[in-house]
């Protein structure tokens, strides 16, 4: 596998983030061409030449925004054939605790605005044939959290709550059905589950937790992207519903 993406277009949301960012220079590198969209910086869309490298402003909770967003790149490059949803929050604190809005907000970023994404994309990939579609969820959408509470409540405070692990559950479920769905017209459509990664989100997450990762550290943003361009590749046209662990062995399925 020469994961060669010379000629590829791509869209990566939050592509402001570490992981986002890392994954956009190495689609760059590869030869794709890549709209980088995040919600909290760059140019508004509607203005940007999407032929530069400049990143663009994205509300992912927004149907037509982002439904422009992708006629604006098919218009301007052509056919997107890669999607990547790395736009997402975290959130922390007790289940007891969460507040109707934290729990929207979370809920509409992470799923609702990676569901939104997919749905946007679809049309065209079905037309071409082809497509990848690879959305993130997380370790947490599978073990129910990190925080041993019945150890240190404290835990909960500092690890990704209900509304985080419910977010990245519907992510993979949303992943198996837009699968089965895409399948005949040549699109596949997987999932990354990352471990605890070393980001501005994850900054105090507890040393205990960290002490519990079998291979001995947290993960890396490149650890994502190297699972991500994996499922990627053409030559991955095989794997389709797949929620690929990428969590140093903190869980295993």
Not at 96 to 113: C, T, Y
Not at 196 to 201: E, K, L
Request: net charge neutral; with cysteine.
């Amino acid at each position: 596998m020469t994961l060669d993406f010379k000629g590829r277009i791509a869209l990566v949301t939050g592509a402001a983030g570490v992981i986002g960012d890392a994954l956009v220079t190495e689609l760059r590198r590869r030869g794709a061409l890549v709209v980088a969209a995040d919600g909290m910086s760059g140019k508004p869309w509607t203005e940007a030449d999407l032929r530069t490298d400049h990143l663009v402003r994205l509300n992912v909770t927004d149907r037509s925004s982002i439904r422009g967003l992708v006629a604006r790149t098919q218009s301007q490059l052509g056919p997107i054939d890669l999607l990547v949803n790395v736009a997402g929050v975290v959130s922390f604190g007790s289940a007891e605790d969460l507040s109707e809005m934290e729990w929207d907000r979370v809920l509409d970023i992470n799923l609702k605005g990676s569901f939104l994404a997919c749905q946007a994309v679809m049309p065209g990939m079905k037309l071409a044939r082809f497509g990848r579609i690879i959305n993130i969820g997380s370790v947490v959408g599978k073990n129910s959290g990190n925080a041993r509470a019945w150890i240190d409540p404290a835990e909960q405070q500092r690890a990704g709550n209900v509304a985080y692990g419910v977010s990245k559950a519907g992510v993979h479920a949303m992943t198996g059905f837009l699968a089965k769905e895409l399948a005949a017209h040549g699109v596949t459509v997987n999932a990354v589950a990352p471990g605890p990664v070393a980001t501005p989100m994850t900054t105090h997450f507890p040393d205990a937790l960290k002490a519990a990762l079998p291979v001995g550290r947290m993960g890396r943003a490149e650890d994502v992207v190297t699972a991500i361009l994996f499922l990627a590749a053409r030559e991955s046209g095989f794997i389709t519903g797949e929620i690929l662990d990428v969590n140093g062995g903190m869980w295993c399925d």
